[in-house]
């Protein structure tokens, strides 16, 4: 069965205090790796698309990177404003779904 | 660009009430189309996925059921609601590569 595991379930950083995110995953044939970002209330939404070992994917001061066993959410110098919950989800190729991890609530402290 | 809308934003309903949540894409043509369920500080569970008019797979035998009457509109229904039906709904969608699936704003439905 396709896992997925996201370390640390909590995080509070003080602003401009960089840390990276956690997602390591167990499946056969990965298809694609995501990265979202969702608000308390709303729905997830999308930041990253990772498709092989050795990829990485920037936005802002957020940079997300792949291995063969997990992936990183790098923030660089955090802001208030990127508290929120981060979540990775995969793709098995020949499946249409995704296969989401509990997430990472990440709060910023001014 | 493609948009997707999900209503209601808030539900209250009784137990034994029947559910209808009503998901429509815009801007895109055969999309997949998915709905989820997230408990709170848990993952998201998928419910049901579709590829095509008509066409349902159910990931978790439970109370509800889901229809696409057309291209773009998914929905999801009970006959009858449980408590345990209480949680957060969302509607998404992807193209039909299948990659990245980009999600409604959700329905936060409680059973009292």
């Known amino acids: 069965e396709d896992q997925v595991t996201q370390s640390p379930e909590a995080l509070r950083l003080q602003e401009g205090e960089s840390s990276s995110l956690n997602c390591s995953y167990t499946?056969?044939?990965?298809?694609?790796l995501f990265w979202y970002r969702q608000d308390p209330g709303k729905g997830p939404e999308f930041l990253f698309t990772l498709y092989s070992a050795g990829e990485e994917k920037e936005k802002e001061r957020l940079k997300a990177t792949l291995t063969k066993k997990e992936s990183f959410l790098h923030i660089t110098a955090p802001k208030p404003e990127d508290s929120a919950t981060y979540l990775c989800a995969v793709q098995v190729g020949g499946n249409e779904k995704l296969t989401f991890g509990t997430g990472t609530r990440l709060t910023i402290i001014p | 660009s493609q948009t997707i809308h999900q209503w209601p934003a808030t539900l209250v309903q009784p137990v034994g009430s029947p559910l209808s949540l009503e998901c429509t894409v815009e801007?895109?043509?055969?999309?997949?189309l998915y709905w989820y369920r997230q408990a709170a500080g848990r993952g998201l569970q998928l419910l049901f996925y579709?590829?095509?008019?008509?066409?349902i797979s159910s990931e978790v035998p439970q109370n509800l059921s889901a229809s696409r009457p057309q291209d773009r509109q998914f929905i999801l229904s009970s006959k009858k609601l449980l408590l345990s039906d209480s949680g957060f709904y969302l509607c998404a969608w992807s193209s039909t590569r299948g990659t990245e699936a980009f999600f409604g704003q959700g329905t936060r439905l409680t059973v009292v």
């Open positions: 499946v056969s044939g990965l298809r694609g």
């Open positions: 801007g895109t043509s055969n999309p997949n």
């Open positions: 579709s590829v095509g008019i008509g066409q």
